[in-house]
């Protein structure tokens, strides 16, 4: 059964530094989603993309995220300068239409 | 805002029985509730989707349940068993293809052998 995959699987990085987390959604999905859950609390979205480009995005996602899709196959998100409070579970889901596929996660924690 | 509340933070529940999750929505009007299991320290699994206009639906030894007048979903594991323990997640989405899935907090279900 196809599967969301998500690399690297922890991130470990210092406050300030760049980090690049990368996911391979489902092929034939056209809807990709990055959401955070911070340790003990809700899955929380970042942002949505549909045909290359952002479709919604939540208050979190603020001038440090940016999403791009470089090549029709990976879905990646960038934060730029990276804090504190950026540690946490970032998962990357994607859909056709109404169900969402989770990939595993990356556990980024930022020192 | 868009509230989503689990009934409780944890439920134990023996082997064998059956366990009833309850989610609740205010100022929301999802075209989908979706039910999510996630192990720690990992990411959530599809388990089942209802509806708007469902009543039920079914699978396996899973059962959800969707009243759109109470603004409320039961999910319902039947024949309990101790690999069920896991958190469970509710989640609403609207009707566009690109609308994210907005969660609940979950329920941390353990089965007692």
């Known amino acids: 059964e196809p599967e969301v995959t998500q690399t690297p699987s922890h991130q470990v990085t210092q406050m300030g530094q760049e980090v690049i987390l990368r996911c391979v959604p489902i092929?034939?999905?056209?809807?990709f989603y990055w959401y955070r859950q911070i340790l003990g609390q809700k899955v929380e979205f970042l942002v949505s993309?549909?045909?290359?480009?952002?479709?919604?995005k939540s208050e979190i996602f603020d001038d440090q995220f940016s999403v791009e899709r470089p090549d029709g196959s990976n879905f990646t998100l960038k934060i730029r300068s990276t804090k504190l409070e950026d540690s946490a579970m970032y998962f990357c889901?994607?859909?056709?239409?109404?169900?969402?596929?989770f990939g595993p996660g990356t556990r980024l924690l930022v020192l | 805002s868009q509230k989503i509340e689990q009934n409780s933070e944890a439920l134990n529940i023996q082997e064998g029985k059956t366990a009833t999750l309850t989610c609740n929505y205010t100022?929301?009007?999802?075209?989908?509730l979706q039910w999510y299991r996630q192990d720690p320290g990992r990411g959530p699994v599809f388990l089942l989707l209802?509806?708007?206009?469902?009543k039920e639906k079914r699978k396996e030894r899973l059962k959800v349940t969707f009243d759109t007048t109470l603004k409320q979903s039961l999910f319902h594991i039947t024949a309990s068993q101790p690999a069920d323990s896991a958190t469970y997640l509710c989640?609403?989405?609207?009707?566009?293809?690109?609308?994210?899935?907005?969660f609940g907090k979950g329920t941390r279900l353990s089965v007692i052998a």
């Open positions: 889901a994607s859909t056709t239409q109404e169900t969402q596929y």
């Open positions: 092929s034939n999905h056209l809807y």
């Open positions: 993309f549909y045909n290359n480009e952002i479709s919604e």
């Open positions: 100022n929301y009007s999802p075209a989908y």
């Open positions: 209802i509806r708007e206009n469902e």
């Open positions: 989640a609403l989405k609207g009707v566009s293809g690109n609308t994210p899935l907005v």
